[in-house]
């Protein structure tokens, strides 16, 4: 039982940091892109591959895996640039089937359908983290830095700059403010983040393939911005929490047959997001808007 | 000739896809809503179709009716019960997307509960392939594709431009508040959006469970596609969304030349990337309502 709750709380640490890294560009710059799970995979195949290939040093993979997923994510931030809304939610929903036809094909790298496994534990400075406590503890002490660094950035004139865009993007511009740079700067930052949970998830599971990173995840994260409460500091981590939790809560229920779990979970969250938007837009931990 | 035959696939195909565009696009124009389930609508409208047709039995025709009914109910629901009261509370984008978005995926699941995750089709004489020339097989199933594509995009031109209610459709495209003004009801015309915009996707989702078969997710692929014609094709123009249909399917057939049949929706997404960053108005650029 001890070490079921160090796996949920694990993957909630994972997860919240998905959450927050997306809201990011949804809550704050306005980009709702439905490709997050494409920097997480990428994180997480870059993770494992270093790691079977030549070292199991964390700050090395991680290291590699935000550059590659920062450097990929201009993929997204080109669209970003010349269209908004509607026509961007297509455009990132095309890149990340296109992302998981290359998961899925590219077999010298990602292992193809079967994928990679075997991955060794991480260790930083020659201790490995091969403890699921231990790992929790890692996870949480990265989620708590990555907490306190997008609330910094959030606050700081960089934030404001996107939440300016986000509003009007041509008073952004009469302004004097660089929208190309700071859209392409925020996108950049959420990719390479959402690539440091890949790598926990990677060297936590010890095995990775793409049925983690296909649009099904994608929409997974996006449920968790949204019914947390969009553009909020802890709507995404709340929005974390519940839908992790809920497929485990799930098996309590004995008359659903556990083959249908992860149905009954997209069922559940899509019916959510469809009463949300009627009843309340904002989310569960949402304010009015105007005053975030 | 194998050229050929890819091209000939490639038009029946994309008649089929264009014919679902222009739905997809004929709802956006005139509503402005960003109808994502739309490819709900034609998952629904293609397992109501196999169900009755395959699995009861029932007389084709009849089977189509049905699933003409469910999927025209299907869409005047969405727009009574949900599109309707979030534009009447915060009609951005992005609550109307993700309201849209939650039925998709609640309709993919229930299909996939349903009827299961895997591969179905409609056993049917139509979709054998015949030996027109050597080494080129073509089934009915692409002459019925074109034909009954080019009739609906006719039929729907003549009722835009002839009948009162499709004036009424061009007139809130153009303008909302006008509509009003001349005593319309906005609400009565975007439900009457809905219902042509559903009922297009019905000739695309039978003939499809004929050849290419269903699974629960086709809806997301449909979805894609649709949005990436009617983007392609220049947002508003119905012509457009039915030509970029028609472009996305050859290419994609196209593709098969030199590539694996899984880098087909690839193609798609190139097509579309390239057009997002180099003509983001499409084909027909701002034209509204051809």
Known sequence: MFAYLVNLATLVCINAILAITLNFIMGYAGIFSLAHAVFFGVGAYVAAFIALQWTDSLLLQLLAAMIVAGLISAALALPALRVRGDYFVAASLGFQVLAATVFSEWKSVTGGIGGLVGVPPASIGGHAFGDPVEFLGLAAVTLALVVVLTTAIVRSSLGRSLKAIRDSESAALAFGKNVALIKTLSVFYSASICAVAGVLYADYLGFINVESFTIDASTLFMAMVIVGGIGTVWGPIVGAVLLTLLPAALTYLPFLPRTEIGSVQQMIYGFAMVLLMIFKPDGLMGVKRGEA | ?290
């Open chain 2, 1 to 290: 000739m194998l050229l050929l035959q890819l091209i000939i696939n490639g038009i029946q195909v994309g008649a089929l896809y264009g014919l679902t565009a222009v739905g997809f696009s004929l709802i956006f124009g005139a509503t402005k809503i960003f109808h994502f389930a739309h490819g709900a609508s034609f998952a629904i409208s293609a397992y109501v179709f196999y169900y009755l047709y395959a699995v009861l039995l029932v007389w084709w025709p009849i089977s189509i009716l049905a699933a003409c009914i469910v999927v025209v109910v299907f869409g005047i629901a969405l727009d009574r019960y949900v599109y309707g009261p979030i534009q009447s509370t915060d009609g951005s984008f992005f609550t109307i997307f993700v309201g849209s978005f939650g039925v998709a995926v609640v309709i993919q699941n229930l299909i996939g509960t349903i009827f299961g995750r895997g591969f179905i089709s409609v056993p049917s004489a139509l979709s054998k392939s015949v030996e027109l020339v050597p080494g080129l097989y073509v089934a009915p199933t692409a002459g019925i594709a074109v034909v009954a594509a080019v009739t609906c995009f006719v039929a729907l031109q003549l009722f835009l431009s002839k009948t009162n209610i499709g004036i009424a459709l061009r007139a809130l495209s153009e303008s909302p508040g006008l509509v009003r003004t001349f005593g319309l009801n906005p609400r009565a015309v975007s439900t009457c959006a809905f219902a042509l915009g559903s009922v297009l996707v019905v000739p695309a989702a039978v003939l499809t469970s004929m050849t290419s078969g269903l699974n629960a997710a086709i809806g997301g692929r449909v979805m894609l596609i649709s949005v990436a014609a009617t983007i392609v094709g220049g947002v508003g123009s119905l012509r457009g969304a039915a030509c970029a249909g028609l472009l996305l399917g050859i290419a994609e057939n196209l593709a098969l030349w030199r590539f694996d049949p899984q880098w087909s929706e690839a193609v798609t997404f190139l097509i579309l990337f390239a057009f997002i960053v180099l003509r983001p108005s499409g084909f027909f650029g701002r034209v509204v309502t051809s």
